[in-house]
């Protein structure tokens, strides 16, 4: 897996499934955090994220007044995120 960033995007390539991953997307995410109030982060070939990151995602959105707009690009993910009610918490959007 493999985070990069410009401005207040985030793009996550590969499939989100360590732990090494998670502390890889949290340090890119917190510093954009610090500046930006919306990221936009895209996913676009993930199966799968772990619990870690979402609850991670949903600290940031209810906690720390972040809005997060997802965009993914596989049905997969998208479901598991309709399945747990982070659809609409996430902005997520099919690529």
């Known amino acids: 897996m493999e985070v990069s960033s410009a401005a207040n995007n985030v793009k996550i390539t590969g499939n989100i ?3 090494a991953d998670f502390q890889s997307i949290k340090s890119t995410i917190d510093a ?3 500046t930006h ?3 936009a982060i895209n996913i676009p070939d993930s199966l799968s994220m772990t619990s870690s990151v979402i609850g991670y ?7 720390d ?3 997060i707009t997802m965009t993914i ?3 997969k993910l998208i479901e598991l995120l309709t399945d747990l ?3 609409s918490v996430f902005k997520v959007r099919k690529a």
Do not use: H, Q, Y
């Open 17 to 19: 499934k360590s732990v």
């Open 32 to 34: 954009l955090a610090k």
């Open 37 to 39: 109030k919306n990221i």
């Open 57 to 63: 995602f949903n600290k940031l959105v209810l906690k």
């Open 65 to 67: 007044n972040i809005t």
């Open 73 to 75: 690009g596989d049905v």
């Open 85 to 87: 009610n982070l659809e």
